[in-house]
């Protein structure tokens, strides 16, 4: 059993570029989130979806862009990578309001 | 909007001895879940404990336990007989348990505490 798996684990962009972080989960699961965690800090809700084709704003959206096509996927999107943007990012997924599983994390450095 | 306050950033501890790490939070609800989170150096964030804000009774899981105190706003977890392996750093979060499940699990996560356990 999977669960919830992300690509590519580590990543060096320049600014400029554009990129898309996967996320795909196993476990059937309705919700799906994406956070980003700074340097010594907690974790930011970025987007969230609760099902395929319904996608909504966290805390911190800007400069990025989701999609769920299907209930497995939830990529997200960075279409003009800044140097803000260096993050260890999370994908994550429950069913409900149940227990969230967690990614292993992404870290992507903007140079 | 609600916040999650942890004071410590760091907290060292010897094997087999006691520490709690502590947390506040701030909201206006009265219903929601709280929870504490490890996040080892594999960077894997691990559910360790969940309290329901409506339990009286402190959560407890093993060698980890809760101090809930709802009037206060105060979540502190405790780990006893602590391990070499629980070494890292350890979140607390927030969600609202929302009418009618309107807060599609969202958590809202405090800034981290960093846990070395000394052998």
């Known amino acids: 059993n999977a669960g919830v798996t992300q690509t590519p684990k580590f990543r060096i962009l320049k600014i400029g570029q554009s990129m898309t972080l996967q996320c795909t989960q196993d476990m059937n699961h309705n919700y799906m989130y994406w956070y980003r965690q700074d340097p010594g800090m907690g974790l930011k809700l970025i987007y969230y979806s609760v099902g395929a084709g319904i996608t909504d704003k966290g805390e911190v959206p800007n400069g990025y862009n989701v999609s769920r096509s299907t209930t497995e996927d939830f990529p997200l999107r960075l279409e003009l990578a800044a140097p803000s943007q260096t993050s260890v990012y999370f994908c994550?997924?429950?069913?409900?309001?149940?227990?969230?599983?967690f990614g292993e994390g992404s870290r992507l450095t903007v140079l | 909007a609600q916040t999650v306050t942890q004071s410590q950033p760091e907290m060292s501890v010897q094997e087999a001895e006691t520490v709690t790490l502590s947390c506040t939070y701030d909201t206006s609800e009265s219903d929601y879940y709280l929870f504490w989170y490890k996040q080892p150096p594999s960077r894997q964030m691990i559910l360790v404990i969940r309290?329901?804000?409506?339990?009286?009774q402190n959560a407890t899981e093993n060698r980890f336990s809760v101090n809930f105190q709802k009037a206060a706003k105060s979540f502190s977890l405790k780990i006893s007989d602590s391990q070499l392996g629980d070494a890292a750093m350890y979140f607390c979060a927030y969600r609202s348990a929302g009418a009618g499940g309107t807060s599609y699990g969202k958590l809202t996560f405090g800034q981290g505490t960093i846990l070395t356990v000394h052998p």
């Open positions: 309290q329901e804000a409506y339990k009286q």
């Open positions: 994550a997924s429950s069913y409900g309001e149940g227990e969230l599983f």
